[in-house]
């Protein structure tokens, strides 16, 4: 007998687990599948508790097939052109001067290599960078020494998420903060 209210009692928690999961907003079988095994871990041991909240941003391409986003800096929004082939977020003179940055000739002091050839810059920390839900925070940037190009979100912002994905002509941005 003590081994069927067992047997039932490990089932019900199981279709408690998965219903919570996905209650609480998991869009895609791999998110629950995630979780699924973070939450039938811990429940196991009562004194642990886990949650998670997980942010999903889609960004379609352009006509050019660039993808581009709207990100929120400084309390100033910037179109931002996705590339992981810089290493950092990097911003033209002017747009970091929309920021709050000032900058001087004198405080170009480093060399780096760009698409359009070799550039200076200002190496700086961002405190956030916010696109649609996502937070990053403490992001390294780069002021580039030019005026006319695009904003850049680079592998500075992008490695601090979980997941980036492209699937379906469509970028995910996925990010899981504990709460």
Excluded: W
Excluded at 63 to 72: L, N, P
């Amino acid at each position: 007998m003590y081994f069927v209210v067992a047997c039932i009692m490990r089932i019900l928690s199981f279709f408690i687990v998965i219903s919570v999961l996905f209650l609480s907003g998991f869009t895609t079988p791999e998110d629950a599948g995630e979780s699924l095994k973070v939450a039938m871990l811990n429940s196991s041991d009562q004194d642990m508790t886990f949650q998670s909240k997980q942010t999903h941003l889609y960004i379609k391409p352009d006509r050019d097939g660039h993808f581009r986003t709207d990100a929120r800096i400084n309390g100033y929004d910037l179109k931002m052109l996705v590339d992981t082939g810089a290493s950092m977020v990097a911003l033209s003179r002017s747009d970091a001067l929309k920021l709050g940055y000032v900058t001087a000739d004198k405080d170009f002091d480093k060399f780096g290599k760009s698409a359009t050839g070799k550039v200076k810059y200002i190496e700086i920390t961002l405190p956030h960078v916010v696109i649609g839900d996502i937070v990053v925070h403490d992001v390294e940037a780069a002021i580039i020494d030019q005026t006319d190009m695009p904003p850049l979100l680079g592998m500075s912002f992008i490695s601090k998420l979980n997941k980036m994905e492209i699937s379906n002509n469509r970028l995910l941005f996925k990010q899981s903060r504990d709460i």
